[in-house]
């Protein structure tokens, strides 16, 4: 911004980075969305100005985002954590490894098997 608050011409002139981000809802669900600008987008939700699921869901809160080098990668992005569900989501956006793997295995058979595997139940 210039002295005055307008943006700069540099500022306009620059390519936003793209995000995904997911928010977590007033009733604990969540909302995945691909945006070029985090601030803005969490305070329109919160304004009752973005989508009409979030609207009835308010406040939101960002709870993980992501950057990405081009608008392609982050939709594609959000279409695949769109299809998680929110048990894969909660270990994503609490960074727990330990949990998103195997959430990660029960959804897709053709996954490795875990090492060492378990022995069957008998």
Same mark, same amino acid.
Request: with cysteine.
């Given at each position: 911004m210039d002295s005055v608050g307008a943006p700069s011409l540099v500022a306009a002139l620059v390519p936003q980075m793209p995000f995904v981000c997911i928010l977590r809802c007033s009733d604990g669900t969540f909302r995945v969305r691909h945006t070029d600008n985090l601030a803005a987008g969490i305070v329109a939700h919160n304004d009752g100005t973005g989508s009409a699921y979030v609207a009835v869901r308010r406040p939101v809160e960002l709870v993980h985002s992501e950057?990405?080098?081009?608008?392609?990668?982050? #939709? @594609? *992005?959000?279409?695949?954590?769109? =299809?998680?569900?929110?048990?894969?989501?909660?270990?994503?956006?609490?960074?727990? #490894? @330990? *949990?998103?793997?195997?959430?990660? =295995?029960?959804?897709?058979?053709?996954?490795?098997?875990e090492w060492p595997p378990r022995k069957a139940a008998q």
């Open positions: 950057s990405h080098t081009s608008l392609e990668s982050a #939709v @594609a *992005r959000e279409r695949q954590l769109k =299809r998680w569900n929110a048990e894969k989501k909660e270990a994503l956006v609490s960074d727990d #490894v @330990a *949990r998103l793997m195997p959430a990660c =295995r029960r959804a897709n058979p053709l996954a490795p098997p």
